[in-house]
T-cell receptor, first 110, second 111 residues
Framework: ETGVTQSPTHLIKTRGQQVTLRCSSQSGHNTVSWYQQALGQGPQFIFQYYREEENGRGNFPPRFSGLQFPNYSSELNVNALELDDSALYLC?????????FGQGTRLTVV | DQQVKQNSPSLSVQEGRISILNCDYTNSMFDYFLWYKKYPAEGPTFLISISSIKDKNEDGRFTVFLNKSAKHLSLHIVPSQPGDSAVYFCAATGSDEKLTFGTGTRLTIIP
C-alpha cells in the first residue's frame, strides 16, 4: 500500500475527446510525477510538479497538461485524444528520490 | 535513444535458486538507481534502490549491485519464490528526480 490513489481505474474515450485523470499523493510528499506506460514498454515520464509548479517535462505534446493542488493532489489532462494515447497512466509521489506509484488508470481511446 | 536498457525480456528460474536481472545505462548524469516490481493491472512497487556512491545494497532476499565503470547494475533475488513472478523494471534518475525506465524483464519462477 503506497498511499497513492488514482481515479478512475479504467476509462474508455473516443478519439478527439478530452480526459482528466486524478491522483491523490502520499501524505508528506510534495512532488508528484505522471508517467505513461504503453503496452510492452517501461513507463515514460510526462511531467513533474513540485509545490504546484511544473518542474520538468518529458517529450509529450502540449495537449498533455497538469495541475497540482495545495493538498498535493494532482490532475493530468489530455486534450484531443488520439488512438496512440491508449496506455496505462501512472501517478507517482516522491520523497528523497524514491517514487511510489498508484495503481494506474487504464485509458482506452477508440 | 534508450538511456536505460534491460536486454533480457524474460527470465525463468527454478524456485529456491538465484534470480539475476540485469540493467545497463548510458547517461553519466544518473546517480540513483531503483528497481520496481510490477504485477498486471497494478502500479509498479518499489523494491530496492542504490546511490552511485555505493556498489551494493541489500534488503532481505534482494541485493542490488552497481558497477559504475561499466554503467551496469543487477538485482539478485535469493532464494527465488513463486510470488516473485512479475515484471521487473530498472529505473535511473539524476538531480532532476525524473525516472527513466528500462523496458522490463518478465521473471517466471518455476515451482
Amino acid at each position: 500500500e503506497t498511499g497513492v490513489t488514482q481515479s478512475p481505474t479504467h476509462l474508455i474515450k473516443t478519439r478527439g475527446q478530452q480526459v482528466t485523470l486524478r491522483c491523490s499523493s502520499q501524505s508528506g510528499h510534495n512532488t508528484v510525477s505522471w508517467y505513461q506506460q504503453a503496452l510492452g514498454q517501461g513507463p515514460q515520464f510526462i511531467f513533474q510538479y513540485y509545490r504546484e509548479e511544473e518542474n520538468g517535462r518529458g517529450n509529450f505534446p502540449p495537449r498533455f497538461s497538469g495541475l497540482q493542488f495545495p493538498n498535493y493532489s494532482s490532475e493530468l489532462n489530455v486534450n484531443a485524444l488520439e488512438l496512440d494515447d491508449s496506455a496505462l497512466y501512472l501517478c507517482a509521489s516522491s520523497s528523497y528520490r524514491e517514487a511510489f506509484f498508484g495503481q494506474g488508470t487504464r485509458l482506452t481511446v477508440v | 535513444d534508450q538511456q536505460v536498457k534491460q536486454n533480457s525480456p524474460s527470465l525463468s528460474v527454478q524456485e529456491g535458486r538465484i534470480s539475476i536481472l540485469n540493467c545497463d545505462y548510458t547517461n553519466s548524469m544518473f546517480d540513483y538507481f531503483l528497481w520496481y516490481k510490477k504485477y498486471p493491472a497494478e502500479g509498479p512497487t518499489f523494491l530496492i534502490s542504490i546511490s552511485s556512491i555505493k556498489d551494493k545494497n541489500e534488503d532481505g532476499r534482494f541485493t542490488v549491485f552497481l558497477n559504475k565503470s561499466a554503467k551496469h547494475l543487477s538485482l539478485h533475488i535469493v532464494p527465488s519464490q513463486p510470488g516473485d513472478s512479475a515484471v521487473y523494471f530498472c529505473a535511473a534518475t539524476g538531480s532532476d528526480e525524473k525516472l527513466t525506465f528500462g523496458t522490463g524483464t518478465r521473471l517466471t519462477i518455476i515451482p
